[in-house]
Structure formats: structure tokens, C-alpha cells
């Protein structure tokens, strides 16, 4: 080799010794230096794993997903949050762990009714109602029907209609776990065109004209209401309307509207409502094709909570099975004189006002309800629970099983009790499905509701947010 290149061959490769040096001191400094992370990343990273509190293992799970089922399941508890979701065998229970068997038990989401009333618990007679026991909405009759709505297994559920300061108190209680009840989120008053009776005024707030609208949607929207509640929309003006759709949307706030006329559907429509409530207590023989093509048009984005159940439960409770009403179950937590005031209101149930019209509602339900199906809008559970005859401790089951017997496929049925409720409320990343990282609002009913809804009637267990209440 020529002197000059070997030269430069030791100089080439003392020139790379060098630079791996530098390389591996700079590394060894990186390596060295600690690691400065944001402040809510070293809080992430301090904060040790949480530990199982609570197991359930055994039996068939439904995570709420509509995927496959879980045989001989096991899901880990820590604090309010699942942690780990199995089978047994591959997912150990730690020691000392509470285990909950549920073997023989199909374990559930906690179910969420997106229809209810707490002010009320099945009296006959509203009037009346209010003159016994309105000024006790929050003292004494919500913390009731918030109690049999959860040992019903509902663990979340939507109130449509009460007055503002009774029922904001009341979801505060429960989630400050002074009362025991499912998860609230409400709406407060309704808002419409006026009162029906001068005694119902906190209940039904009339608007007169955009600006009293939008006024009166702005004090409930910061008072703490999760959304707003709109009926007989087609009795007031386009501005009224899109006042009131308008300011909830510019809130973040989702509008729920009445369906029972084809006029307020159609105004709904326009004003562009996010959910629709009924199948309509007119007796038209279905829904017209403009409506149904506009429900086609919004059903990605568009739900509605039909609330098959009150008519046929109301109509057999009164001419087929009255024996319902000497069922000690729906009186539970109630004092005597309330029990006995709730049964007196409905020893004539033929005699109410509205019943007369049943026999002829009663045969279209299926059909509007397949049309409501068919045209893709995403349909969710709900109850009226509290209206006559419509009792909290098993409006929820009723309701479920109903839709199977119209032809819904029971994990679409449990799907719009648990999922589906839970998107339209924005609170998928905590409810609805039972997940790692969900809260554990878990239930157990005794048999399969995938081959017998029934069974849903039977809620054996009740955990909610980790801790068991029943």
C-alpha cells in the first residue's frame, strides 16, 4: 500500500474512533440525565396500578358490544372502574379479593332508561297527585322511584319532565351518595307553548315568543339541566322553536321532542331535534312517507325512545290482569298511605279518561314501531316510568321484552338499554358497555334474556360504580 493512503487510512480511522466516542458519551449522558416529564405525565406515572376490589366470576357475560359472549366470565373490579375483563382460568381473582358468584347468572351493563319520571310513581290521578305529595317531589317521592328504578337494575336513566329545583337536588344527592338511585341526567320543566292547568306551571314552562324561548332555555341550561325537553312543538311558531333547538345547540345541550301528533314530528324535523320520544297517542294508522323519507335522510344521527310498553301494560293491567295491583313489589319503600293512595287511584283503570281510545292505538303500535325500525334511526329504551300504572320497579323489563315480542332481536334489545343510551349521552368512555376502563355498573339477572327477555324482570345483583347496592 502507498504511504500516502495508508496515512490516510489511520487518520480515517482514528478521525471514526473519535466519533464513536463522542457517540457513546453523548448516549451514556442521555441515559443519564433524568427524564423531565409534564406534570400530569408524572402524576400518570407515580400513581401505582389500581388494585382489584371486587370480582364477579362465573356466568355468561354480555359486555353490551353484540359480540360474542363470555362463558364462565370473570371481571376484575378496582374502586368505581372495571380493570380486566376474562374468562375463568385466564384471568386470576387475587386473594382476598370479594367475589360475587354469579355462576348460573347472565351478567349485564347496568341498564339505562332513557325515559322516566320520578315525580311520579304510577297515580292515577296527576290533580290529585300534585295536591298530595307535590311539595315532597324531592323529599319523599323521587328518592322513592329513584330507588326502585336502581334495584331494578336501572343504574342510569333519564328524567323528561319535572320541576327544575326538585329533580337538579335529587340527581345531586345521588351522586353525592346521600340517596340510593341510578345515575341522573335530566331535563327538568318542559318546555312548550303553555301550561295545561295553572297548577302544573313549575312543571311546563309556556314561552311567548323567541326571546322569552331562548331565555327561558338559557336559565335551565345553567342551572345544570343535561338537555332540554320540547313538546307540542307544533303549537308554537318556527321562531319559538328554533329559539329553543338553537340555544340548547349553542350550549352543547340536545333536544328531546314529543311525537305524538304527525304536525310535531314534522316541525321536530325542521328544527333539527336530536331525539324523538312516543310512537304517537294519536290513532293514525302509520307514519306518512315525507316523514319517514326525513327520518331516512338524518338516521345516522337521529334517535328516537318509542315507549311501546305504558299503552299495553296500562290496558292489561286494567282488563286482563288487575291482580297486578295487589303485587307488593311496586310498593316497596313506600309508606302505607302512599301505597294505598297509588292502588285507590287505579281500582278503575276502564274509567280513566285516556283509555277509552286503547282498543284502537293499541293494533298500530307494531306497525309504527316496524316502520320507525326500518327506516334506520337509532332506537333506545325508555319507559314513562311514573305515569298511571307504569311502576319504577319493573317498567324497564316490561319494556325490553315487548320489543322482542315485536320482532327486535334481544341483543338489539339490551344494545338500546345499555349502548346506545349511553352514546346518545355522551358518556360512552364511563357507561353503557363493560369494558376496562368503564365504570362497573354491572348487573346480574337469573337465566338468559337471549332466549327469554323475561328474565330481565329477576335482577339478583346490582353493582353500581364498583360498590354493590343490592
Not at 307540542?232 to 328554533?242: P, W
Not at 368512555?429 to 362497573?440: F, M, S, T
Request: aromatic share 6%.
Amino acid at each position: 500500500m502507498p504511504r500516502r493512503l495508508a496515512s490516510q487510512c489511520r487518520a480515517l480511522l482514528a478521525t471514526s474512533r473519535a466519533l464513536a466516542a463522542s457517540l457513546v458519551l453523548a448516549a451514556s449522558l442521555v441515559l443519564a440525565a433524568p427524564v423531565l416529564l409534564p406534570a400530569s405525565a408524572r402524576d400518570l406515572v407515580a400513581q401505582p396500578a389500581p388494585r382489584p376490589t371486587l370480582a364477579v366470576v362465573g356466568g355468561r357475560v354480555i359486555d353490551g358490544y353484540g359480540g360474542p359472549v363470555i362463558e364462565n366470565g370473570v371481571i376484575l373490579v378496582g374502586g368505581d372502574r372495571i380493570l380486566a375483563i376474562g374468562r375463568e382460568g385466564e384471568l386470576a381473582v387475587p386473594p382476598g379479593v370479594t367475589v360475587v358468584d354469579a355462576n348460573g347468572h347472565t351478567v349485564l351493563p347496568g341498564l339505562i332508561d332513557m325515559h322516566v319520571h320520578l315525580h311520579i310513581v304510577g297515580h292515577g290521578d296527576y290533580r290529585r297527585w300534585d295536591e298530595l305529595y307535590g311539595t315532597r317531589d324531592a323529599s319523599l317521592v323521587m328518592p322513592i322511584a329513584a330507588r326502585q328504578l336502581l334495584m331494578a337494575g336501572v343504574t342510569s336513566a333519564r328524567d323528561l319532565g319535572a320541576r327544575l329545583e326538585d329533580i337538579l337536588t335529587v340527581k345531586r344527592r345521588i351522586a353525592a351518595g346521600e340517596i340510593p338511585g341510578p345515575r341522573l341526567f335530566v331535563s327538568g320543566p318542559f318546555i312548550q307553548h303553555a301550561p295545561y292547568e295553572e297548577y302544573e306551571k313549575d312543571l311546563r314552562w309556556g314561552v311567548n315568543g323567541a326571546d322569552d324561548a331562548r331565555q327561558k332555555v338559557q336559565r335551565i341550561i345553567d342551572a345544570g339541566v343535561d338537555f332540554i325537553k320540547l313538546i307540542d312543538q307544533d303549537q308554537m311558531t318556527d321562531a319559538e322553536v328554533a329559539a329553543v333547538v338553537e340555544t340548547a345547540h349553542r350550549n352543547g345541550k340536545a333536544v328531546v321532542a314529543h311525537a305524538h301528533r304527525m304536525a310535531e314530528i314534522r316541525v321536530g324535523l325542521k328544527h333539527g331535534v336530536d331525539d324523538f320520544e312516543h310512537t304517537g297517542l294519536g290513532t293514525a294508522p302509520g307514519y306518512p312517507e315525507d316523514i319517514l323519507q326525513s327520518l331516512r335522510e338524518r338516521n345516522s344521527s337521529l334517535y328516537w325512545t318509542p315507549t311501546l310498553s305504558p299503552l299495553y301494560t296500562l290496558y292489561e293491567t286494567g282488563s286482563v290482569f288487575p291482580e297486578r295491583l295487589d303485587d307488593p313489589a311496586w310498593r316497596e319503600y313506600m309508606p302505607p298511605d302512599m301505597a294505598r293512595e297509588v292502588r285507590t287511584s287505579l281500582s278503575q283503570i276502564p274509567r280513566l279518561p285516556y283509555y277509552a281510545l286503547f282498543p284502537s292505538r293499541l293494533p298500530l303500535l307494531p306497525t309504527k314501531f316496524r316502520q320507525l325500525r326500518e327506516s334506520g334511526v337509532r332506537l333506545m329504551i325508555g319507559t314513562d316510568a311514573g305515569i298511571p300504572a307504569m311502576f319504577h320497579n319493573d317498567a324497564t323489563w316490561r319494556e325490553m321484552a315487548k320489543w322482542v315480542e315485536l320482532g327486535v332481536s334481544p341483543m338489539e334489545t339490551i344494545q338500546s338499554a345499555t349502548l346506545w343510551p349511553a352514546r346518545f349521552l355522551r358518556r360512552e368512555q364511563d357507561i353503557g358497555v363493560l369494558a376496562p376502563g368503564r365504570l362497573a355498573d354491572i348487573i346480574l339477572v337469573r337465566g338468559d334474556p337471549l332466549t327469554d327477555m323475561t328474565v330481565m324482570r329477576d335482577v339478583r345483583v346490582v353493582i353500581q360504580g364498583g360498590r354493590r347496592v343490592k
